[in-house]
């Protein structure tokens, strides 16, 4: 069974620029959530999808989105890049029963 | 405010001995508990989790306590290996799907 892939698994984005993270979840999976991880702050939860709806979100700026498609893959946009966005960004699938599979994250670089 | 704190921020051991990492919480109400370990750069990877009526559990050498009358739990690793180095991140989840995270314990095995 194929785990939570993430994609690409490293980026360099320039100030002022958008990027988007792309997430495929484990078949059968229709939760997906993002999380940001920082030296300072561990991680802090983003905002959840599940069946394309948002059902939960965190304290971060508008400028974080994200939507989910029929398939349950995720994608999560960041507009506007600040030197502080600068993180590991994961994300999370989930099948019920409150597991939670992480994928190996996407390492964002703002310079 | 729902907080998990953790201890040791790190740790170093020398490798074959034993280690406990502490979490404490205020997670209300209260559905289960994690511990995550997460390898650098990659993403966490579920080692235990456990309800409100479990007060152990394993999984190989790593043994997860509970006790959710003071809100503490622990994670004990026997007879370390250099494999063991990782962060380690305590997770509590409230109702049905919102996570808190501890900011890890770094653990260091050293030869």
């Known amino acids: 069974k194929a785990g939570v892939t993430q994609t690409p698994r490293y980026l360099i984005k320039t100030r002022g620029q958008q990027v988007t993270l792309s997430c495929s979840p484990i078949?059968?999976?229709?939760?997906v959530s993002w999380y940001q991880q920082t030296p300072g702050q561990g991680l802090q939860f983003l905002f959840e999808y599940f069946s394309e709806t948002q059902r939960n979100k965190g304290n971060f700026p508008g400028r974080f989105s994200g939507r989910q498609f029929s398939n349950s893959r995720s994608e999560m946009n960041v507009s506007t890049l600040e030197l502080g966005d600068s993180a590991l960004y994961l994300c999370?699938?989930?099948?019920?029963?409150?597991?939670?599979?992480f994928g190996s994250g996407t390492r964002l670089t703002v310079v | 405010k729902n907080q998990v704190e953790q201890s040791p921020q790190s740790l170093i051991i020398l490798e074959g001995k034993n280690c406990t990492l502490q979490?404490?919480?205020?997670?209300?109400?209260?559905?289960?508990l994690r511990w995550y370990k997460q390898d650098t750069g990659r993403g966490p990877v579920s080692l235990t989790i456990m309800t409100f009526s479990e007060n152990t559990k394993s999984n190989g050498r790593y043994t997860a306590t509970l006790d959710a009358d003071t809100k503490q739990s622990s994670l004990h690793i026997t007879a370390s290996q250099l494999s063991d180095s990782a962060s380690y991140i305590c997770?509590?989840?409230?109702?049905?799907?919102?996570?808190?995270f501890g900011k890890g314990t770094m653990l260091l095995v050293s030869p």
């Open positions: 999370a699938s989930s099948g019920g029963r409150g597991g939670y599979t």
């Open positions: 979490c404490n919480y205020t997670v209300s109400p209260f559905s289960n």
């Open positions: 997770v509590v989840m409230e109702g049905y799907s919102t996570l808190t």
């Open positions: 078949s059968g999976h229709r939760s």
